[in-house]
């Protein structure tokens, strides 16, 4: 009989447990919302409180912190690191090796190439469908 949870103690000594997603296998934090329909890769974790929405797909070697919101359709790259808080709005594409920083707001169908840093606290705010980002790493 196989676990249910895996267990993973951090740095600072705290436990956290994870469950493998149904689409992907990725790892799942209790107190985490993931879709069912959504794909997370199976090297990738989604921290507690965080809620990936409805046919998201998260890309290998991601991190998506607590609190986090991925909305609908989001598409995230590999190795992408996704900030506590941050809200990232429906239809967004996210490029690999890519930094979301904490509290980062970021709206629907927004384009972030790869390898951006979006500072901690940024409100990306396109005017029209469908923008492109991207800033020095």
């Known amino acids: 009989m196989s676990r249910t949870f895996h267990e993973i103690e951090g740095e ?9 997603h149904v689409n992907g296998k990725g790892y799942i934090a209790v107190g985490a919302e993931v879709d069912p329909s959504a794909f997370v890769d199976p090297t990738t974790y989604v921290e507690a409180g965080a809620r990936v929405g409805a046919r998201a797909w998260i890309g290998s070697g991601s991190w998506v912190e607590e609190g986090a ?23 967004t594409k996210i490029g690999s090796h890519s930094r979301i920083g904490a ?3 970021i709206s ?8 951006s840093t979006i500072t ?4 990306l705010r396109p005017g029209g ?3 492109t980002y991207r800033t020095a790493a």
């Open 108 to 115: 629907d169908d927004t384009r972030v190439e790869r390898d």
């Open 12 to 20: 600072r000594g705290v436990v956290s447990r994870y469950r493998r």
């Open 129 to 131: 469908a469908s923008h």
């Open 69 to 91: 919101t991925l909305g609908a359709g989001v598409v995230v790259g590999a190795n992408v690191h996704i900030g506590q808080g941050a809200l990232i709005g429906r239809g």
């Open 120 to 123: 901690p606290g940024s409100v």
């Open 103 to 105: 509290g980062a707001k």
